[in-house]
Each structure stands twice: as structure tokens, then as C-alpha cells.
């Protein structure tokens, strides 16, 4: 003979600790149950300082959600016309009532939730409202396709900020599109994983003012266009910038341009000595830095910056010049406590 438990009407004080007992996952399928759930999950719930909303508009629209490292999925979007032949529930997300069900991918079967909408777009929006409003936090990371870019418009159009924004996966992208991407898109971490048709640099190319910009599959950046980028991190993929690229932007590095810059990392064909490379190039400026040291970042995984040769601006800050093999890439990072 089973039973129910009538969990909504246990006492507040145990109610609270059995909401800090479940994930994420577990509460956003309890909110669904009614809005007097709903609305205790949300009383009761304590955010954690790092938990990061995440709406992915690439192939399976759906909501995340990650603390710390852990990363949990809420709900997934789908059409209507997608709807499986299995027996589904219909729950009331913001007013609108809709089918849900789940599905089981991968080589350790995970379980995901999917509710069925007439409108996709439309009920994507409604329910990144809905997990946002739940979990009391804005949307902190978009990402999105070429076609999709509407994502990121509307996050942009709902909250003052957003934190990172994320376009594509390594496939190609009109000109037209890219160029939209970094002249409109106000994400203070901006990541274009995408590949531009063209070789040429898109024309009247402006940059706003970021604290990271991470560009791949490109060929077209040139050093003028690093000279423009204002971020504390610049992460580039282009094979092509010669070392005498290199040297005309640590030159202006050195006059006072990039000020903010604190990482600068540049993919290449192949390596070179960085430290006879400054020594060559800025007899005058090269110092030794005799401590290595690790570069914290959410965004950039960079292990220990070594010791050797860097480069000393006018107003006493280095910048450490290293080759990262991890990486293949030219590296140049400033830190903060260092002054010689």
C-alpha cells in the first residue's frame, strides 16, 4: 500500500533544510508542482555566492545552472512537433501550459527534462524567466549560434549586464553575422569560437571596452586591431601574426597603450625565444623576473608563468614574455605586485 508525504506542509525549518538537501535539478522539477511550491523553493533556497545561471541557444535549447564546478541542467526546449510517443505531464511554467518529459543520452545515462512549446523561442525565454526568477540571479552566460544571436539581444534586453557570451562552435559564419556580433553584443566576456568566411578584417571594426575577448578560427586579426582591443585578457588564434607584430604591439604596450591589458596569450604557426626575442628587440626595457607565479582567471587556464625575461614600462609595471607550450601560443602577462 503506498502513500503520499505531504511535503509542502512540513514545517518551515524542515522544509528549509530539505531544500538545501536537494540540487538544483531536484528543485526547478518541485517548483513546477505549483506555484505555492514554487514560491517556498524560492524562499528557502540559498544562492551560493558562485552559482552562475548559463541559457545555451545552440543545438538543445536549455537552462544550467553551475556552482563552482558542479553543473546541473534544469530544463531543456523543444517543439511541440518533437513530442515523444512515451506518456508525458503537463506543467504550467509563467501562465502557459505545456507537456514535459525526459529523455536519457550519453554512455552514463543522465536523465533531461524537456518541456514541448508551440513557440520554441518563445518558450525558451519564458522559462530562463522562470529559472531566474526561481533561483533569484540574472542570466550570467549565453551562448549561441549565428541564427540564435536573438539569445544574447534578449538577455541584453532584460537585465543591465551580462557577463559572458559565447558564439559558436567552430563552424563557419557570414560576414555580415560576425561583424553584428562584435560591434552590438555588450557581454563584459565575450568568447567568438566561429570561423569567418573571409580572410579579410571585417571593415570599420570598432571594440568595446571588455574584460575578456577570446577570438578563434580566425585569420584576419592584424596588430592594429590588438592595439584597439581594451581588455584585461585578449585570447587569439592567428597563425599568421609574425614577430614583428609582436614587437610593434609590445612597443606600444610600452608607450602606455593597452593599460588595462593583464594577459595577452596569441596562437602561432610555431615557437620562438621569447627571452633572446626581448633582449633582441628591447635592450632597454628588458628585465628579469626571478619568481614564477600563477595567473587566476575564470576565463584563462595558464599554470605557473615562469621565470625569465619581461619587459619594465616607464611606470614601473613587467610584463613577463613567455612562449606556453601547453598552449602553443606567445604569452605576455602583467601582474599587479611586481615592480622593479
Not at 518541456?115 to 533561483?135: A, H, I, P, Q
Not at 541564427?147 to 557577463?163: A, G, I, L, P
Amino acid at each position: 500500500m503506498s502513500s503520499t508525504f505531504p511535503l509542502l506542509r512540513v514545517p518551515q525549518v524542515v522544509f528549509s533544510e530539505i531544500v538545501q538537501a536537494l540540487t538544483p535539478t531536484d528543485l526547478t522539477l518541485l517548483a513546477l508542482c505549483s506555484r505555492r511550491a514554487f514560491n517556498l523553493v524560492k524562499s528557502f533556497w540559498k544562492k551560493p555566492k558562485n552559482a552562475r545561471l548559463r541559457m545555451d541557444g545552440r543545438y538543445r535549447f536549455h537552462a544550467a545552472i553551475i556552482i563552482g564546478y558542479m553543473y546541473y541542467d534544469l530544463l531543456h526546449v523543444s517543439s511541440i512537433r518533437n513530442i515523444p510517443k512515451y506518456p508525458v505531464e503537463l506543467v504550467e511554467i509563467r501562465g502557459t501550459k505545456v507537456p514535459i518529459g525526459y529523455f536519457e543520452t550519453g554512455n552514463w545515462p543522465r536523465k533531461y527534462f524537456v518541456t514541448y512549446w508551440e513557440d520554441r523561442e518563445f518558450g525558451f525565454k519564458t522559462v530562463m524567466d522562470f529559472v531566474s526568477e526561481l533561483f533569484s540571479t540574472d542570466i550570467h552566460t549565453v551562448e549561441f549560434l549565428y541564427d540564435t544571436y536573438w539569445c544574447f539581444e534578449w538577455v541584453q534586453s532584460r537585465q543591465k549586464t551580462v557577463n559572458r557570451a559565447c558564439l559558436g562552435d567552430g563552424m563557419p559564419i557570414e560576414y555580415l553575422e560576425y561583424h553584428k556580433i562584435l560591434e552590438t553584443c555588450t557581454a563584459e566576456n565575450l568568447t567568438l569560437h566561429a570561423f569567418l568566411f573571409q580572410e579579410e578584417s571585417p571593415k570599420e571594426l570598432t571594440f568595446k571596452k571588455r574584460n575578456h575577448l577570446s577570438i578563434y578560427k580566425t585569420y584576419w586579426v592584424e596588430v592594429k586591431h590588438l592595439i584597439m582591443m581594451d581588455c584585461v585578457e585578449i585570447v587569439i588564434e592567428q597563425p599568421f601574426l609574425e614577430i614583428s607584430d609582436l614587437a610593434e604591439f609590445l612597443k606600444h604596450w610600452l608607450n602606455g597603450g593597452n593599460g588595462r591589458l593583464k594577459y595577452l596569450s596569441i596562437k602561432r604557426r610555431m615557437d620562438f625565444d621569447t627571452n633572446e626575442f626581448c633582449q633582441r628587440e628591447f635592450p632597454e626595457n628588458v628585465v628579469f623576473v626571478n619568481e614564477e607565479r600563477e595567473y587566476e582567471s575564470e576565463l584563462v587556464q595558464t599554470g605557473v608563468i615562469p621565470k625569465g625575461y619581461g619587459l619594465k614600462r616607464n611606470d614601473g609595471a613587467i610584463a613577463s614574455i613567455f612562449w606556453n607550450r601547453p598552449f602553443n601560443s606567445f604569452a605576455m602577462y602583467v601582474p599587479t605586485d611586481i615592480m622593479i
